[in-house]
């Protein structure tokens, strides 16, 4: 199987490389044999072109797919969830504007303050 | 503490934004950072003072020991973009020489004792501790005279408030009682470290990867920060650059007005059509006319994004503090307009084997401004020691 196809009646060419990035997360991924049957198909019936903006109209338009409200919400939340998970995302808790009252080991001591003055204002 | 009246402003080249603890309660404001003379010959007095803003109303005069023209009248913030005169901050601006620095910050502390206070007739405001950034590149040279210039007595008087009788000016006098000067960026990490209002560390986990290292972006207006943190602390040899999102703005500003027939008024006017998202990226040169400026910015964005990571790249690489470092952190607004297309940019260096993992921590706009809060809380309690048994977090 060779790595470039050629449509020459659409003008279009791909090569193909043994492993892409996904461009909105970033992570690297195998070319499977499934896209490749696929684009030697394509090449073969001069449709090329026309599968390659199928799949990106697929990739940047998915919330057009029509699915029932209800598990797009639910998925995207999920989707969400595993970023969070992924990205080891820093959220500020947002906790009630009141001065708890710490335990003792949590302590800060006028010296710690003095130290961290001095690094982030001396 | 909660009998006293904190301030954390950040000073930056595109907004100013201010954070305000009055005994006790928490104030937030941004102000875009722009001024323009005050000319009575022009002035339009509105039909009917109830639909007049007062932000966007704000009409100032400042008398003060840092300011030399004592005479001049000036718009202020979002007035002033809509002024043809108006005056935005130039390229690597000195933040401590230029006068706009105080026009401005002491009008953002006088407007908040304007509005908390809604009583006619002339008010006093004491702010107890205030806190200020600087860029890395300015902070050593400047942070004393900084200081200097702030503490002290001020006045400004605001002229054509709406809802006030002739002749129509509210003075305030200002007090400020110390002043502390923190550095853009390590602020950052003071906020995602620890608690607004406890102060105490709120993220182990990152503090634990500080003792690896950890190096910390801030994308601003006109510079962009590298503050390397080394054991819970700033390493202070990675040193600022003068380079930030505003020669991008200005050129999408250049583009549409050639092209589009459309004039932005201001930077901060743009940023926020950035900010809005893609759904907002379009101007109306004539009533009903929309003209898409998606491809305008997108180019900029990606530019910016590329140059951005290559900061980032070079100071990793040259710094011997921070070799080795465990996490990388892009703050600071433009870095939080332009995500989307530093995430792209850093599939790039992924291809050349040098993988750049950002990480983008919640409201990276706001850090520094929290970052000040935190510093003036600490700077209070180590200067008041004797009140520090108060509080339920200090060890006597």
């Known amino acids: 199987m060779s790595n470039v196809y050629h449509d020459y009646f659409k003008e279009t060419v791909l090569t193909i490389p043994d492993s892409f990035i996904d461009i909105k997360s970033g992570d690297q991924h195998p070319v499977s044999a499934e896209i490749k049957e696929e684009i030697a198909y394509h090449a073969e019936n001069n449709t090329l072109n026309h599968l390659i903006f199928s799949a990106l109209n697929h990739y940047f338009h998915k919330a057009a797919v029509s699915q029932p409200e209800g598990t797009n919400g639910v998925l995207s939340e999920l989707l969400e969830i595993k970023r969070l998970l992924a990205g080891g995302s820093y959220q500020r808790r947002n906790g009630p504007l009141s001065i708890k009252k710490p335990t003792g080991s949590q302590e800060m001591d006028l010296q710690e303050i003095e130290d961290l003055l001095e690094a982030f204002g001396g | ?396």
Do not use: C
């Not at chain 2, 105080?102 to 107890?128: K, M, R, S, V």
């Not at chain 2, 200081?147 to 002229?159: A, D, E, P, S, W």
């Not at chain 2, 986990?205 to 700033?234: Q, R």
């Not at chain 2, 307009?337 to 993988?355: F, L």
């Open chain 2, 1 to 396: 503490m909660n009998r006293n009246n904190f301030l954390a402003v950040d000073v930056g080249n595109s907004w100013y934004k201010a954070l305000v603890s009055d005994q006790g309660e928490t104030f937030d404001y941004q102000m875009p950072n722009a001024i323009a003379l005050f000319d009575e010959e022009f002035y339009e007095k509105p039909y009917d003072e109830e639909d007049v803003d007062l932000e966007e109303n704000l009409i100032v005069e400042i008398k003060s020991p840092s300011i030399q023209d004592r005479r001049e009248i000036f718009y202020i913030g979002k007035s002033a973009m809509q002024q043809k005169n108006v005056s935005l901050t130039s390229f690597n601006n000195q933040k401590v020489d230029e006068e706009r620095t105080y026009i401005l910050l002491f009008a953002t502390a006088a407007y908040h004792a304007l509005l908390t206070n809604p009583a006619e007739g002339d008010l006093q405001f004491t702010i107890d501790q205030l806190a200020v950034s600087l860029p890395t590149t300015q902070y050593k040279e400047k942070k004393n005279q900084f200081k200097q210039r702030l503490i002290g007595n001020h006045t400004v008087i605001f002229h054509k408030v709406p809802g006030i009788r002739e002749p129509k000016e509210v003075a305030v006098k200002i007090q400020i009682e110390d002043v502390i000067v923190g550095a853009e960026g390590a602020l950052a990490y003071l906020a995602l470290t620890r608690d607004q209002e406890t102060l105490m560390i709120s993220d182990d986990s990152l503090v634990k990867d500080s003792f690896k290292g950890i190096l910390i972006g801030d994308l601003g207006g006109d510079s962009v920060d590298f503050v390397g943190i080394k054991k819970n602390k700033p390493v202070a040899s990675v040193e600022g650059e003068p380079f930030g999102i505003n020669q991008f703005l200005d050129h999408i500003i250049q583009k549409v007005s050639k092209n589009e027939m459309y004039s932005f008024n201001s930077r901060s006017e743009l940023e926020e059509k950035l900010v809005a998202g893609q759904s907002e990226w379009y101007v109306e040169p004539f009533a009903g006319v929309r003209k898409d400026i998606s491809k305008y910015i997108t180019p900029q964005m990606r530019l910016m994004a590329i140059k951005y990571l290559e900061h980032f790249d070079r100071v990793r690489s040259r710094s011997i503090e921070i070799k080795g470092a465990s996490r990388y952190i892009a703050v600071g607004g433009a870095a939080e307009i332009a995500e989307k297309h530093i995430k792209e940019a850093a599939v790039k260096w992924n291809e050349r084997g040098r993988p750049i993992e950002l990480l983008f921590p919640e409201n990276m706009s706001q850090l520094n401004v929290q970052g000040l809060m935190i510093l003036a809380k600490m700077q209070w309690i180590s200067k008041n020691k004797e009140y520090a048994d108060d509080y339920a977090y200090i060890k006597s």
